[in-house]
């Protein structure tokens, strides 16, 4: 696609583009916006997929067709689109290479749903890259709402972003502290949900634990596990038996595991 030359964008010091690098860089920026920067073919057009209406659309000439088409399809739904120089992509790009367009879009928005049976719970997570895995299992499996306390690695960093693999655009995501996720859960109707926490060794096993029931499950953080005010909060704890009696699993990995056990349970 041949950028229309009055509109191109030559500059890094453009306004657009300085907004869009403290986006990149700046969760304090992100979090006063409501926005976070997507970047990228395949994860545009999961943003499009999902309906999504970027804020701004920013192209370079090196888009391939698959990209064209992409573009073409944000135009017509109205989006705001400016055709960029490559370098000045590329230095925006928080990957090695830009692949020719870039999204702002906005975070999250929608309001907690009533009458859920499946929750997730992140607690002091601070890895990105398990971040981002453990919100692309939970859109997997159909989790109805994700919660992060405070101390979370942020949801909407690049890292994460790009982790999720879209996930990002078909999740219910809310930022709480303890006091009001237990609130939520337990005023959850037609019946409380029960606040499980995910530990190394405590509690029953996960075969042994009714993973039917509406839930609340809580993944802690990598290094130190969950907080002590999660610890207050929970109703019980659950680990995942490990025969080759190793001591802990990656966090991304046991939430994956508890997770499609609650699924098996509820199809079985």
Same mark, same amino acid.
């Given at each position: 696609m041949v950028p229309d030359e009055r509109a191109l964008i030559t500059?890094?010091?453009?306004?657009?583009?300085?907004?869009?690098?403290?986006?990149?860089?700046?969760?304090s920026t992100r979090a006063e916006q409501g926005l976070f920067v997507v970047e990228g073919i395949r994860l545009a057009e999961e943003a499009f997929a999902a309906g999504l209406r970027p804020h701004?659309?920013?192209y370079s000439d090196q888009l391939s067709v698959r990209g064209e088409e992409l573009l073409a399809g944000f135009q017509a739904n109205g989006c705001e689109s400016h055709a960029v120089i490559p370098d000045?992509? @590329?230095? =925006?790009? !928080?990957?090695?290479?830009?692949?020719? /367009? #870039?999204?702002?879009?906005?975070?999250?928005?929608?309001?907690?749903?009533?009458g859920v049976n499946l929750?997730?719970?992140? @607690?002091? =997570?601070? !890895?990105?890259?398990?971040?981002?895995? /453990? #919100?692309r299992t939970a859109a997997a499996v159909g989790v109805q709402v994700v919660?992060?306390?405070?101390?979370?690695?942020?949801?909407?960093?690049?890292k994460v972003v790009r982790a999720g693999m879209g996930a990002h655009f078909r999740l219910?995501?809310?930022?709480?502290?303890?006091?009001?996720?237990?609130q939520y859960c337990i005023e959850n109707q037609p019946a409380p949900l029960r606040i499980l926490l995910?530990?190394?060794?405590?509690?029953?096993?996960?075969?042994?634990?009714?993973?039917?029931t509406p839930l609340a499950l809580v993944v802690g953080g990598e290094a130190e596990?969950?907080?002590?005010?999660?610890?207050?909060?929970?109703?019980?704890?659950?680990?995942?038996?490990?025969?080759?009696?190793?001591?802990?699993?990656?966090?991304?990995?046991?939430?994956?595991?508890?997770?499609?056990?609650?699924i098996r349970q509820r199809h079985s």
């Open positions: 500059s890094i010091h453009n306004p657009k583009v300085q907004n869009v690098r403290a986006l990149l860089k700046d969760r701004l659309v920013l000045v992509l @590329d230095r =925006l790009s !928080d990957t090695e290479t830009s692949q020719g /367009i #870039l999204l702002i879009v906005q975070q999250n928005t929608a309001p907690l749903p009533l929750v997730l719970i992140i @607690d002091q =997570l601070r !890895d990105p890259g398990n971040m981002g895995t /453990i #919100l919660f992060l306390t405070p101390g979370s690695v942020d949801p909407y960093m690049p219910n995501l809310h930022q709480a502290d303890w006091p009001r996720i237990r995910a530990d190394s060794g405590g509690g029953s096993t996960m075969w042994q634990t009714d993973l039917a596990g969950a907080s002590e005010m999660a610890r207050e909060f929970i109703d019980d704890l659950v680990h995942i038996p490990m025969p080759g009696e190793f001591e802990s699993l990656n966090a991304g990995v046991a939430a994956s595991i508890l997770l499609y056990e609650a």
